[in-house]
């Protein structure tokens, strides 16, 4: 056979090999997220009610993990009217699939509320190897309008290891953007210096219901740049980063401790759908950077 031959057919051949191209960074073979964060569900007991709970396990080594209830409290109307919270009398409602990488829940208002035919849907997803996004839906399949809903979704952190846990400085550790300036908590003014909570709405909102942080003396009456907020170490070198696109309030509560950005909702009418995100990022000693990343995107 030819020099010539044996060249085209090599070519041929060449040609008809196709190389699969590598994944791209956090991306596994099949498409797949690659990533040591894992949601698992919460076991309900006696002591702690539970229904609404989810464990995320941080990407970090021995890192530890976020307890979140998602919601803590969903309310409507001028008081807070409940359409769920944590203490439903319902089995632990979230169900986790794809090995930890994907849970979910649906479940109906509970009866005798003054609200009847509301659902209410949440998702949680690894989206990128630091990083879940969680989402809650809600659906009014009721004949009445949902005033002024507002949701507390609280990411307690005292099982992420080298977190304080302490009852008086948690404030130093947590940022929120204020002015465009990154801002702890603790340097922010409130009636009372030695506040248990603090809480402030968002820009372009208006808020609603902030009697919790008012009674203790942390409301902050001037608006936050957007519904972003931070916790750190004690040592700087690691951060869980809350941010909500469409955000109504930032919170922190110190005796739990927890923290919140939690997205706005406004109204839904009968017949009428809502759906809102919120993005939990676990950063390293970088995590002043990755927030300016997802200020900058808020932005645009």
């Known amino acids: 056979m030819s020099e010539i031959r044996i060249a085209a057919i090599m070519?041929?051949?060449?040609?008809?090999?196709?190389?699969?191209?590598?994944?791209?960074?956090?991306?596994?073979?099949?498409?797949?997220?690659?990533?040591?964060?894992?949601?698992?569900?919460?076991?309900?007991t006696d002591s702690e009610k539970a229904a609404y709970t989810v464990r995320i396990d941080s990407p970090w080594e021995n890192g530890g993990y976020l307890h979140v209830n998602f919601p803590e409290h969903l309310e409507y109307g001028p008081v807070g009217y409940t359409i769920t919270r944590y203490s439903d009398p319902r089995p632990p409602a979230w169900q986790v699939e794809q090995e930890g990488k994907f849970a979910h829940y649906e479940v109906a208002s509970i009866p005798g509320r003054g609200v009847e035919g509301v659902r209410v849907e949440a998702?949680?997803?690894?989206?990128?190897?630091?990083?879940?996004?969680?989402?809650l839906a809600i659906i009014n399949h009721?004949?009445?309008?949902?005033?002024?809903?507002?949701?507390l979704l609280c990411f307690q952190y005292k099982g992420l290891a080298g977190f304080s846990r302490s009852n008086d400085e948690n404030f130093k550790y947590t940022y929120v953007v204020f002015d465009g300036q990154l801002t702890a908590l603790a340097d922010?003014?409130?009636?009372?210096?030695?506040?248990?909570?603090?809480?402030?709405?968002?820009?372009?909102?208006?808020?609603?219901?902030?009697?919790?942080?008012?009674k203790r003396g942390g409301y902050i009456d001037k608006p936050l740049d957007l519904g972003l907020s931070v916790i750190t170490s004690k040592d700087g070198a690691?951060?869980?980063?809350?941010?909500?696109?469409?955000?109504?309030?930032?919170?922190?509560?110190?005796?739990?401790?927890?923290?919140?950005?939690?997205?706005?909702?406004?109204?839904?009418?009968?017949?009428?759908?809502?759906?809102?995100?919120?993005?939990?990022?676990?950063?390293?000693?970088?995590?002043?950077?990755?927030?300016?990343?997802?200020v900058k995107r808020h932005a645009k």
């Not at 590598?22 to 099949?30: I, L």
């Not at 998702?123 to 989402?135: K, L, N, S």
């Not at 869980?240 to 909702?265: K, R, T």
Request: net charge positive; proline share 9%; with cysteine.
């Open 123 to 135: 998702a949680a997803r690894v989206i990128e190897p630091d990083r879940v996004r969680m989402t």
């Open 11 to 44: 070519a041929a051949l060449a040609a008809a090999v196709v190389i699969a191209a590598p994944p791209a960074a956090g991306e596994g073979r099949n498409g797949e997220t690659v990533s040591r964060i894992r949601i698992r569900s919460y076991p309900q």
């Open 188 to 214: 922010l003014s409130t009636t009372k210096s030695d506040a248990t909570a603090k809480a402030a709405p968002v820009k372009g909102v208006r808020p609603y219901r902030f009697d919790f942080a008012k």
């Open 142 to 151: 009721s004949d009445k309008t949902l005033h002024d809903i507002k949701p």
């Open 238 to 294: 690691r951060a869980v980063i809350l941010y909500a696109p469409v955000g109504e309030s930032v919170l922190s509560n110190l005796y739990i401790p927890c923290l919140h950005a939690d997205p706005y909702f406004g109204h839904v009418q009968p017949g009428e759908s809502k759906e809102r995100n919120v993005e939990v990022t676990f950063a390293g000693p970088d995590w002043r950077r990755a927030v300016e990343s997802i």
